[in-house]
């Protein structure tokens, strides 16, 4: 199982990114697809969460409204769209295949151990 994050970087405040993640070794149909983001000195936190078969999804609190995530099981590639960044945004974001078919256990099957992850990208943003 590969996951390969891309499409972070440095942004200003009010903008928008596109991170994608580029997958192998799997069936989109087996695993919840997921993001994550750990700041510095804290937790790592789960986003959001998509089962790419029912097309059902999780929004943590502070993803709701500003990001959405979305899966081409056929190109083997989920993505998750931020608009309006905030500096509190400024994180390594982790794409991940979780061993869950119900999203609303995504995080929990996360953070039990039961996930790949892809390495991380840096997201930085300024104000």
């Known amino acids: 199982v590969q996951l390969v994050e891309s499409g972070g970087g440095l942004v200003q405040a009010g903008t928008s990114l596109r991170l994608s993640c580029g997958t192998s070794?799997?069936?989109?149909?087996?695993?919840?697809l997921g993001w994550f983001r750990q700041a510095p000195g804290k937790e790592r936190e789960a986003l959001s969460c998509?089962?790419?078969?029912?097309?059902?999804?999780f929004y943590a609190d502070s993803a709701k409204g500003r990001f959405t995530i979305s899966s081409d099981p056929f190109k083997k590639t989920f993505s998750l769209q931020m608009n309006n960044l905030k500096p509190d945004d400024t994180a390594v974001y982790y794409c991940a295949a979780v061993g869950v078919i119900h999203v609303a256990a995504c995080a929990q099957k996360a953070a039990a151990g039961d996930v790949y992850w892809g390495r991380g990208i840096q997201v930085t943003v300024s104000s």
């Open positions: 998509i089962n790419t078969s029912e097309q059902s999804t």
């Open positions: 070794g799997f069936s989109f149909n087996d695993y919840a």
